[in-house]
């Protein structure tokens, strides 16, 4: 079936490293959504990211979709400890149920 | 106001139980979903409303059984549930399904069935 990976599952940074999370699909995707979860709370639209090779910045996050459209990132510059959270990529494949696939999500934990 | 309400936030139920979840949105939205959550998991699409209507059902068990009774509010009714249906039930929302829109999602009932 279609599936949505994301890599890494987990991610400890001390406060003011980088993060990057990468999303992951088996199949073409016609747009992809970036949310985030804080630890006990529901998932928060972040962007959306429709062209190919699109990249669009949120102060220090820097979304990217991949060439192929089967493939974004995440990058987070200098993180902060309100960055901490689950972050999930929501994909729609091109084909198929017209419903969007969510990726495993990774887990951010920001070290003060 | 961009919110989704939910209730109740907390439940725990017995296997013989029915219970309903409520969940409500005032930005005119057409579109509907209900998701369920694991702990440490991406949620999982079970329902689609689309302007009222059922749009989508992922095979979910009849266990569940999703109610639309106007564009601003969208039950959940359970009934027999198994301590494996226990998890967080996210309600969202979006202005219509189409691809482009965002999804507004409530802060869930997190359910515990004994």
């Known amino acids: 079936g279609q599936q949505v990976m994301q890599i890494p599952q987990y991610q400890h940074v001390q406060e003011g490293e980088d993060f990057t999370t990468y999303c992951n699909s088996s199949?073409?995707?016609?747009?992809i959504q970036w949310y985030k979860q804080r630890p006990g709370g529901h998932p928060v639209f972040l962007i959306q990211?429709?062209?190919?090779?699109e990249v669009k910045k949120q102060k220090r996050l820097t979304f990217q979709f991949g060439e192929a459209k089967k493939n974004s990132s995440l990058h987070i510059t200098a993180t902060q400890t309100t960055d901490v959270g689950t972050y999930f990529c929501?994909?729609?494949?091109?084909?198929?149920?017209?419903?969007?696939?969510f990726g495993t999500g990774t887990r951010l934990k920001v070290l003060a | 106001d961009t919110e989704v309400t939910q209730t109740p936030k907390h439940l725990v139920m017995g296997m013989t139980n029915k219970k309903s979840l409520k969940c409500e949105q005032h930005?005119?939205?057409?579109?509907m979903y209900w998701y369920k959550q694991k702990a440490k998991k991406p949620p999982e699409l079970m329902f689609v409303?689309?302007?009222?209507?059922?749009?989508i059902n992922e095979s979910v068990p009849s266990r569940f059984s999703p109610e639309c009774p106007n564009s601003s509010l969208l039950n959940l009714h359970l009934h027999a549930l198994q301590p494996e249906d226990s998890a967080l039930y996210l309600c969202?929302?979006?202005?219509?399904?189409?691809?482009?829109?965002?999804?507004?999602f409530g802060p869930g009932t997190r359910l515990t069935v004994l």
């Open positions: 969202a929302s979006s202005q219509t399904s189409g691809i482009t829109d965002t999804q507004y």
């Open positions: 199949t073409t995707l016609s747009n």
């Open positions: 990211l429709v062209k190919s090779g």
């Open positions: 929501a994909g729609l494949p091109t084909s198929g149920t017209y419903k969007y696939i």
């Open positions: 930005m005119g939205h057409r579109a």
């Open positions: 409303y689309s302007y009222e209507k059922l749009s």
